[in-house]
């Protein structure tokens, strides 16, 4: 599965971003589509992730009740909705996908086979 993430840009603290993941090569299964952020100068870590065949949905708590991840029915494409945006969720947006992984792995990043380029989301105070 290859995968492409967009929908980054700029946008104010308290503002509203939508990141789409798209599967190309291999549409979404079984598959767990995850997806992370890296912060300038700090590591991955873990947003969100969502589980194609029963739309399972996980997130870490510093999203919990602004961000959702849904899919559409092609199995092509998963997104990202962010709201109530903070300066503190700037960073470069990545989402992964895995056939294989298990719950109590989903928030880590080695559990991932697949990902996309990134896209970079700023939010300004």
């Known amino acids: 599965v290859q995968l492409q993430a967009s929908g980054g840009g700029l946008v104010q603290a308290g503002g509203s971003l939508r990141l789409s993941c798209a599967a190309s090569?291999?549409?979404?299964?079984?598959?767990?589509v995850g997806w992370f952020r890296q912060a300038p100068g700090k590591g991955r870590e873990f947003v969100a992730a969502?589980?194609?065949?029963?739309?399972?949905?996980y997130y870490a708590d510093s999203v919990k009740g602004r961000f959702t991840t849904s899919r559409d029915n092609d199995q092509k494409s998963v997104y990202l909705q962010m709201n109530s945006l903070k300066p503190e969720d700037t960073a470069v947006y990545y989402c992964?996908?895995?056939?294989?992984?298990?719950?109590?792995?989903?928030?880590?990043?080695?559990?991932?086979?697949?990902w996309g380029q990134g896209t970079l989301v700023t939010v300004s105070s």
């Open positions: 969502i589980r194609w065949n029963s739309r399972h949905t």
């Open positions: 992964a996908a895995s056939r294989t992984i298990i719950v109590s792995s989903i928030p880590n990043e080695s559990g991932y086979d697949f």
């Open positions: 090569g291999r549409t979404f299964s079984n598959h767990v």
